[in-house]
């Protein structure tokens, strides 16, 4: 077929095409290969194909059957199909399905010459020879001597007459010779029927070229594996290989130097769709690949029938069925010979494993001994699905065993539920987990089963100021006397160096103290705790200035002041709604009520529904600083942040809750004015790769496009891919884009000049003209040799480029003059300048045979193998091993855990001396952050705090996050974590030096232990101790040993 195929097919190949997609259909399914696996003897194998196809050819053959009985039957039934669509067919379709039988007449050739060599009947090598390969004259086989005598008593009316032109010589016809003369024939073979598909075009070239490519390749690496250790040298070994393939050429110059199993497999694992079959073996093994390349030959086969008008169908009906055949003829021997096992051996394996998942490999080879107790499965399986540890299998005899299965390579995995999503700590099923699951309010840290009591310790500085009765727990209610953000503003008022003032704001703390406790016993013991008019308010006398009023629904603070009718000064709290009504309106009904203690209702913001800790919240302490005559302390932040922190309440009104995650993962930085960062990337930071992911992902409109743009730019394409330099590639985009400097290009884009061209005086000067009209490219075209069009060359630029680069793929033309025509083009545009700028006359002759050379060495060096190199990381060397720091330096190894699913962080740090002994070590776990960067810089956040804590001076810190490190050495390239970036930069200057290095993953796993056992074990518990920790002592002595 030349074209249209799909218009003209039906014509002549729609019905043979149907025959054969119903012969397709009638091919042995699984669930008949499981029937004939069950059989007991031969006939109950007939009885089994009976069903099938095969069932007319078998139901006359009497008892007993044999192997080679049903083999010969099933073999009529393919060769009656061929003989079928070989009498339908026309041209071109008769001489494809006769380049079909081919291949078995090769075969049978070889089979005669072998078997008469060793002295076999030739009767009984005629019958062993395939249906599809006979001709008359092949008995006569068995006169040769050599292989002149059999090409010219024989094979001179066959139609293998032209391939045997490589392989006539005087040799004696011996095994070494045969097999050269099989493979030599079957190379000049596959390239004959690979130029026939290639003529055809369409589909058909398409399909048929990939398979015949794939045949190709399988041969080289079965000539290389057969030719190892043998006389035949590498020159030898070469010939024999077809010229094309994916292997072609670079596949077989290292194919034909290979010495073992092994170099094989490192060249063919260098071919992405050949890596696959090769994993499915093991090195030094070899017996397992004929059966892989049969399974990729077979799902590639299977692939042709996905499209239509072609004639690559009728080829993989016939190798398809070859297949199943050969397929009967295992099974009928394994039941003959009693060895029934034998059948499914793998597939049982498989079987197992497809209880599990998708089976990728079974690592087993039934024609080898078995030297362990197990066999392992490769499987790709959802990890939401729970494994299972067993299963149960039935054998021959009825007896049921159980086989046991053992997991390797799995990450994590839950042994309580059996799936791979989480471990056992946070699996749902665990009872641990039941109630945090159920009530929606599992902590990141360990689930706290009683309220601590707050207690003042000896380095608080609130120690001796207040004592732990006076921040306990209050009887009546429950709740703690003072709140912490309380005490947190105390104990930042108290934070003054000057020890007159200190002492001051000591007696002012106490006297609030007391002055709260009065004003609440106060009002208790006047009984002017009430309910009025729906509100419960609390009142005192008129001398004193405070009343608190809730409404009934209320969520949010708004402030007001009034006198009341009895005297008192109120300051009535009126809460603003908020839009979940639906679930706060219980809640307040029972405020409104006076169902709950105040202290309860001031602190349990959870139960209204309000942020954990507004910033009105602490008015009451701010109240009883102004009833003092205290001084308030400023603070530094804006209505987004308070004192360093972010508003959490305001954020939840503006954000959403995911939002609002990621917000106060990241400090504010209210020292310095808001900005801009790029919000595509992980360091905030703008590049050319996430600004075209962005412009990517933006949905434009395509343009329509006329026929003629849409073939000028497939054809901007198909330059690209021109075998010539990027520089000659950019011409030729520029000459089919009209981006050269002619007087053509220049008048369209306004420059007022001669439109004529300078050269010839005659045309208009044009990119066209230029290239191809013009006296100078007339001269070239002609010298160099290569067919023009048939009406010349046109004035359309994509025309004449589309003609030249079609001309590229001409193999008629010869290979340097195709090879150079990018060149032509090129020194073309060359001399042309500088004849009008350089006032320099060229010889187009040199021009022409320079071209050629160019072209010839640079396709030359583009073949030669690239070389691999090697690049240094910008750290230098990195070690794998601890090493101790220089004399009266502290090194400091640091890790941060943090756990991608949820986000939790838990960081260690361990600082040892030059002699290796350890001082001191810390753990903590964080407040989740986004990823693993910023864990690392809140890392070193709280590393530089706890070390400038210890007064510790010259330190090293080493740390395996190499982004963490180059983000604090290039902070401006990270903008998104400015804030981090700051702090670091702001706490350095305590240290007289301090260094920020990057260590190995293995010379750091102290570190990286330690910090494992916050996320991994759950161990919340912040500490600092000397020493390092006592499970790990033995590790520290061996690293200081070094």
């Known amino acids: 077929m030349y074209g249209f195929e799909a218009l003209t097919f039906n014509i002549h190949g729609g019905y043979l095409e149907a025959i054969v997609r119903g012969h397709r259909a009638g091919l042995l399914t699984t669930a008949d290969y499981n029937n004939l696996c069950q059989c007991e003897n031969l006939d109950d194998i007939k009885m089994h194909l ?83 390969g006979m001709f008359d004259s092949i008995a006569t086989l068995a006169v040769a001597q050599n292989m002149r005598e059999l090409y010219r008593l024989v094979l001179v009316d066959t139609p293998l007459a032209p391939y045997f032109s490589e392989c006539l010589t005087s040799e004696d016809l011996d095994d070494m010779n045969i097999e050269i003369m099989r493979n030599t024939l079957y190379k000049a073979y596959l390239e004959d029927f690979y130029k026939f598909c290639q003529k055809l075009g369409g589909a058909t070239a398409e399909i048929m070229s990939d398979l015949l490519a794939f045949e190709a390749d399988r041969r080289a690496v079965n000539i290389t594996i057969n030719s190892i250790g043998t006389e035949l040298t590498r020159e030898d ?45 093991s090195y030094g093994e070899s017996q397992m690949l004929d059966k892989a390349f049969y399974e990729e030959e077979v799902r590639r086969l299977c692939l042709a029938f996905e499209q239509q008008f072609h004639y690559a169908v009728f080829f993989a009906y016939m190798r398809l069925r070859e297949q199943e055949i050969r397929n009967l003829m295992w099974i009928s021997e394994c039941v003959a010979q009693n060895q029934k096992s034998r059948i499914h051996d793998t597939d049982t394996f498989e079987e197992i494993g497809e209880s599990i998942g998708q089976v990728v490999t079974v690592a087993f080879d039934p024609l080898k001994p078995q030297s362990k107790g197990f066999v392992r499965v490769k499987i790709l399986f959802e990890i939401n699905k729970p494994l299972w540890n067993s299963k149960e299998v039935e054998l021959p005899t009825g007896e049921m065993v159980t086989i046991g299965v053992e997991y390797e390579r799995v990450r994590k995995r839950c042994f309580q539920c059996q799936r791979l999503t989480h471990d056992r700590t946070r699996c749902p099923l665990n009872p641990q987990n039941r109630q945090p699951n159920a009530t929606g309010r599992m902590k990141l840290a360990t689930i706290v089963s009683g309220r601590t009591i707050p207690q003042i310790s000896p380095d608080d500085p609130l ?112 809460y603003r709604r908020r839009p979940s009504q639906h679930q706060r309106k219980a809640q307040a009904a029972k405020l409104a009520q006076g169902e709950r203690d105040l202290n309860e209702i001031w602190d349990n913001s959870e139960k209204l529904g309000g942020p954990a800790r507004d910033e009105s919240s602490f008015l009451p302490f701010r109240n009883m600083v102004r009833d003092c005559r205290l001084r308030d302390i400023p603070f530094s932040g804006n209505k987004f942040s308070w004192a360093g922190s972010w508003n959490h309440g305001l954020l939840s009104e503006l954000f959403l809750p995911l939002d609002v995650v990621r917000i106060m993962s990241y400090p504010p930085n209210v020292l310095s004015r808001d900005s801009y960062i790029w919000a595509y990337n992980r360091d905030g930071c703008y590049t050319v790769k996430s600004g075209n992911w962005l412009l990517s992902q933006l949905k434009h409109a395509p343009p329509q496009l006329s026929q ?4 000028t730019k497939e054809l901007k394409a198909k330059i690209w891919d021109v075998k010539t330099t990027p520089k000659i590639k950019m011409f030729l985009w520029r000459a089919l884009s ?208 706890s070390l400038r804590d210890l007064h510790l001076d010259n330190i090293e810190i080493w740390s395996d996050c190499n982004a963490a490190i180059k983000a604090i050495l290039e902070p401006l390239h990270r903008p998104r974590y400015a804030s981090y970036l700051n702090k670091i930069h702001h706490l350095v200057p305590n ?49 200081k040993r070094r």
Request: proline share 5%.
């Open 50 to 132: 009976s069903a099938t196809k095969y069932g007319s050819y078998l139901q006359n053959e009497p008892s007993p059957l044999h192997t080679t009985t049903i083999v010969e039957k099933c073999t009529l039934k393919l060769v009656d199909d061929y003989k079928h669509m070989l009498c339908q067919a026309t041209e071109p379709m008769s001489t494809f399905l006769e380049y079909i039988r081919y291949g078995h007449m090769i075969d049978n050739v070889v089979l005669i010459v072998t078997g008469t060599l060793h002295e076999r009947d030739v009767q009984e090598l005629i019958e062993k020879c395939h249906p599809l």
């Open 237 to 281: 070994r070469k010939k024999l290989y077809s010229n094309f393939g994916l292997l072609y050429p670079y596949g077989h110059e290292e194919l034909a130097i290979c010495e073992d199993i092994d170099q094989v497999r490192g060249v063919m694992e260098k071919y992405p769709p050949y890596q696959a079959i090769f994993s499915k073996m």
């Open 463 to 574: 120690f001796g100021v207040l004592t732990n009765e006076d921040v306990g727990i209050d009887a009546a209610t429950g709740r703690p006397k003072i709140s912490k953000d309380v005490l947190d503003e105390m104990r930042s008022y108290l934070s003054v160096s000057d020890a007159t003032e200190k002492q001051a704001r000591i007696d002012r703390v106490r006297r609030s103290v007391v002055t709260g406790e009065k004003l609440l016993s106060s009002a208790i013991t006047a009984g002017n705790l009430s309910i009025k008019n729906g509100h419960l308010d609390i009142a005192k006398p008129a001398t004193d200035t405070n009343h608190i009023n809730f409404g009934p629904c209320s969520t949010g603070f708004q402030t007001s002041g009034h006198a009341s009718s009895s005297g008192t000064s109120v300051i009535t709290k009126k």
């Open 708 to 711: 003629r743009e849409q073939e």
């Open 738 to 945: 009209g981006a050269l400097a002619v007087s053509d290009c220049l008048r369209a884009h306004g420059m007022n000049i001669n439109l004529g061209c300078d050269l010839c005086q005659h045309d208009r000067e044009t990119i066209s003209h230029t290239l191809f009209h013009c006296w100078p490219a007339r001269e070239v075209w002609e010298m160099s040799d290569m067919p023009r069009p048939t009406q010349g060359f046109t004035n359309s630029i994509p025309d004449n480029l589309e003609f030249v680069l079609k001309a590229m793929e001409n193999v008629s033309i010869p290979s340097n003059v195709r090879m150079a025509i990018p060149w032509f083009l090129w020194g073309l545009w060359k001399h042309r300048n500088k004849i009008l700028y350089a006032g320099q006359q060229g010889d187009l002759t040199v021009m022409v045979a320079h071209a050629i050379d160019e072209a010839t060495l640079w396709n030359k060096l583009r073949d030669t193998p690239p070389q691999s190199f090697l690049f240094g990381s910008r750290f230098g060397f990195i070690s794998n091993r601890w090493s101790k720091p220089p004399f009266n330096v502290m090194k400091c190894n640091m890790h941060i855990s943090w756990i991608n699913d949820s986000q939790r962080c838990g960081g260690a740090w361990i600082i040892r001396d030059h002699f290796g002994d350890a001082v001191f070590h810390a753990r903590d776990m964080f407040l989740p952050v986004s990823n693993r960067i910023a864990g690392e810089l809140r890392g070193f956040i709280w590393v530089l705090q």
């Open 991 to 1039: 240290f007289g030096k301090v260094s920020f290095q990057l260590s190995s993953p293995k010379a750091n796993r102290i570190a990286r232990d330690i910090a494992t056992s916050v996320t991994r074990d759950g161990r919340s518990r912040s500490y600092l101790a000397r020493g390092g920790p006592s499970w790990l002592l033995s590790r520290l002595e061996e690293e």
